[in-house]
């Protein structure tokens, strides 16, 4: 975290057997730094949120079985933000899955068809989450709902809520509205940029097709609320959204 630490100009290979801790080694090293990163930004325009941390892997089942130990961290995070907004920001931690479509959905008109069949019983949990990180309730079709401006709608979602349904857990909808801070449609991610991306490589082949994976590395020309806006949104920033630089 100093600058100007003599050990910045060293760099260290270090070896891990298998069972050695390397999960909690870097997921760590992520807190950390996400911590970090709200505290020196408090008084920037763009507040120290936007992708801060991306692991990538190869293997789509390994990513998926990751999300639940990440999960388990933002919820942590988001649990001490929560009582310490001045110092860690208004704006939640996040975690966001960016994997192909053979495993969560990519299109919010997509997921919605899928959230409204499970909650009818036609269906699967469409959510690469099966339980709460948190507490380790199993999630239900009551855990799932679509939103608009953070408001309930049957059509035209913006974002997919999951939250427990342990009423007794902090990250059930009725102890706070956002429930747990996971994100797994490509839209919703592009949209909030959630503060620690997991993706696989065959979503990185795709950045040089799609102009708004360049969010995810900082091409933004303002957020509103938590929608962050680039050129590909328009030109003019709707009335009452922050100005940011390229670069965040």
Wanted: glycine share 10%; proline share 6%; with cysteine.
């Amino acid at each position: 975290a100093d600058p100007t630490h003599p050990d910045r100009d060293c760099a260290e290979l270090i070896f891990f057997p298998t069972g050695g801790g390397k999960t909690e080694a870097y997921l760590g090293v992520i807190a950390f730094t996400l911590a970090l990163r709200r505290l020196r930004a408090r008084n920037e325009a763009h507040a120290g949120l936007g992708v801060a941390v991306i692991l990538r892997y190869t293997l789509r089942l390994l990513t998926l079985d990751q999300l639940g130990r990440a999960a388990t961290l933002v919820c942590a995070l988001e649990s001490l933000r929560r009582k310490a907004p001045a110092r860690l920001g208004n704006d939640r931690f996040s975690v966001g899955l960016w994997v192909g479509s053979s495993a969560t959905s990519n299109t919010m008109a997509q997921v919605q068809k899928e959230v409204t069949q499970f909650q009818t019983g036609s269906r699967s949990n469409p959510s690469p989450l099966t339980d709460c990180p948190w507490c380790g309730t199993e999630l239900t079709p009551g855990s799932l709902s679509l939103l608009t401006d953070g408001k309930p709608t049957a059509r035209g979602a913006e974002e997919v809520r999951v939250a427990c349904p342990n009423d007794e857990c902090e990250f059930c909808a009725a102890n706070h509205s956002e429930g747990i801070p996971v994100l797994f449609v490509d839209e919703h991610v592009y949209r909030e940029l959630p503060s620690f991306l997991i993706g696989t490589v065959d979503k990185f082949a795709m950045v040089p097709w799609r102009g708004e994976t360049g969010k995810l590395f900082g091409k933004v020309t303002g957020r509103s609320g938590r929608r962050f806006l680039n050129r590909t949104d328009g030109d003019k920033l709707p009335k009452g959204a922050t100005p940011l630089p390229n670069g965040l």
